[in-house]
């Protein structure tokens, strides 16, 4: 193999040696398509994949018919969730149980928790990985998570989407476009913006050859993901794997049943041992002791701008401590809105509320909570929304009409009613749809629509993470003054959507809202973003804008190395005009 290499080498070489002079469109700085691994190995290109198809789940489809199957499989056996370090199954007798948030009386089964010598031997096996895993070549990680994208769309499809119905309440189209679609989207993508890295290549001169490499980082990654999508959850830890880098995951305690299903994945689909480490356990004590450790490299995170906060603030803190400076990409909170111009469609507005406020209890880190709507048009929403509101139902996510599931755990729950009490007691809100909560069975919080008369009210700046949306009415004429209000009254920038048919009125919303948020929708609703074609991130304080879904995403998993070897190095130490 070594042989092969340098002869292959030396011909590269050979060749950029003799180019001319003058370069050509043949010359060595316009074709760098292809490259050697330092292994022999050429790269190559992939294709752009296409988004996975979402199946339909149509009364009497098969898809329908195996996902209740594995539905009521999994209701009726407990699962023990163990953690995974080097390969290895670890059980440390301190359990804790799996719930339904629909059926909270349920227990789909237990997993175990790290203790703080857990987390060092996850970061321990990290780092004996990491040689090993960054020296394959591209081609080589790439084929593990297109086999787990494969496995995933096929035989485990029915698995993933059961687990996060059951674990995390989500209906059969909710679970369907993230713990499939999404989920396959990201590891194919990926794959696909890792190939295209290898492809960005500097421009070479005659008898100058250079090159650059995209090295993973230097020391683990610590991967920290929310209950909302298992999709993220496998994207935080797949995302820095894919670029060669070795990962500490710590799935949240409220997806575990599909975090699992995910490690198994990964496994299934051929991931050495300690590429990715499977560490359960208290958020606060892992995140700890991941960044109290000098190796660390990065940190993905998904989750709350309070959580995250205090993240930057640790890492900044031991900045001196560490290896090298940890890369620190999170997303974090929202306050999005929904901003109707009085040309607007009121129609397209009343579903984008429904669907963008309600669809999984508003617990979508896009989901809308705050809209503006023109005076003009506020008596026409109200109509419309009393007729799609008899639709947006609660209940069993088994039951294919229900589209507002129950909200993740109790302390949710009980922050909803806070708000929902707020909204009944101040004088300056009045509740328009829903109002009422009921924790019996499940954690069930009824779609709520309150009108605000205060544009700064609670309900308008602070998130929620529920099916709440508060509505503020605004006098037409002060179109130019709601655009400052949406953009100034709050401190998030993740999604927003703009509603309009004036073509003049969108380009001063994009003008003025272009920092508002990090994805904007024009006539269309706040959540959604598909891999490849909407790349998901916003800043201020919803996070660091890293784009999940894109190669600026990747890009952050890489340190760069630029190598230049010279053919005809200089054997004079003056140059010509000193002679």
Known sequence: TRKKTKTM????????????????????????????????????????????????????????????ARVEEMKKTQVEIPLVING????????????????????????????????????????DARQQWR?????????????????????????????????????????????????????????????????????????????????????????????????????LAAAPATMGNTVVWKPSAHAMLSNWYIMELFQEAGMPPGVINFIPGDPAMITDVCIDHPRLGGVH????????????????ERAGTYHSYPRVVGETGGKNFIL???????????????????????QKCSATSRAYIPKSLFGKLKEHLAHDMQFVKTGDPLDPTVVCNAVIHEASFDKCVSYIEHARTSERC?????????????????????????????LMTEEIFGPIIAIYVYDDVDWHRTLHLVDRSCKYGLTGSVFARDVYAVEEAFHALDEAAGNLYIND??????VHQQPFGGARLSGTNDKAGSMLNLLRWTSMLSVKESFLPSHEVLYPYQK
């Open 9 to 68: 080498l030396s011909l590269v070489r050979a060749c950029v040696a003799s180019q001319p002079a003058v370069h050509t469109a043949s010359s060595v700085s316009s074709r760098p398509a292809r490259l050697f691994h330092a292994s022999g190995v050429v790269r190559g290109v992939l294709p752009v994949p296409a988004n996975e198809p979402i199946k339909g789940y149509m009364p009497g489809s098969p898809e329908r018919a195996e996902l209740v």
């Open 88 to 127: 290895k199954e670890v059980r440390t007798g301190d359990v804790h149980k799996i719930r339904c948030p629909h059926d909270h009386q349920h227990i789909l089964g237990y997993y175990h928790n790290a203790k703080p010598e857990h987390v060092q031997e996850a970061i321990q096996s990290a780092l």
């Open 135 to 235: 020296r394959l070549s591209v081609e080589t990680r790439m084929g593990v998570f297109m086999r787990a994208a494969d496995i995933a769309a096929t035989r485990m499809r029915a698995t993933l989407n059961a687990a996060t119905l059951l674990g995390q309440s989500k209906n059969f189209y909710q679970a369907e476009i993230d713990s499939a679609c999404e989920l396959i989207d990201f590891l194919r993508f990926n794959c696909f913006f890792a190939s295209q890295i290898q492809t960005m290549q500097p421009q070479s001169t005659p008898a100058v050859w250079n090159r650059s490499y995209a090295r993973p980082l230097e020391g683990f990654v610590y991967a920290a993901s929310p209950f909302n999508f298992t999709a993220i959850g496998l994207n």
């Open 301 to 316: 995170y998904t989750g709350s701008s309070q959580v995250f906060n205090s993240i930057l603030k640790k890492v900044g």
């Open 340 to 362: 109707a111009h009085p040309t607007a469609d009121i129609r397209a507005v009343s579903v984008a509320i429904a669907r963008g406020a309600f669809e999984y209890a508003g």
């Open 430 to 458: 009045t509740i328009l749809h829903g109002g009422s909560a009921d924790k019996s069975q499940g954690y069930f919080v009824q779609p709520t629509v309150v009108v605000t008369t205060d544009p700064l009210d609670k």
């Open 525 to 530: 609703k706040s959540t959604g973003s598909i």
